[in-house]
């Protein structure tokens, strides 16, 4: 159930940000230096989401 969780979490929080209009690639894909890296904005998000159900965090 908790793996369950935290993909969902990571999923909702990637199709966040293509609604701002980002597009998400993985490390491997990254090839140019300008890309930011948004992993970070992404862990806090999902940790936030997986913080707001409830016994997800056992």
Same mark, same amino acid.
């Given at each position: 159930m908790r793996v369950? %969780?935290?993909l969902q979490a990571v &999923? %909702?929080?990637?199709e966040? /940000? #293509?609604r701002e209009g980002r597009t $998400? /690639?993985? %490390? &491997?894909? $990254?090839?140019? #230096?300008s890309t930011p890296d948004l992993t &970070?904005?992404?862990r806090a998000d999902v940790a936030r989401r997986v913080g707001a159900i409830p016994?997800?965090?056992r």
């Amino acid at each position: 159930m908790r793996v369950q %969780a935290y993909l969902q979490a990571v &999923e %909702a929080s990637v199709e966040h /940000l #293509g609604r701002e209009g980002r597009t $998400v /690639l993985v %490390a &491997e894909a $990254v090839v140019a #230096g300008s890309t930011p890296d948004l992993t &970070e904005a992404v862990r806090a998000d999902v940790a936030r989401r997986v913080g707001a159900i409830p016994d997800a965090r056992r």
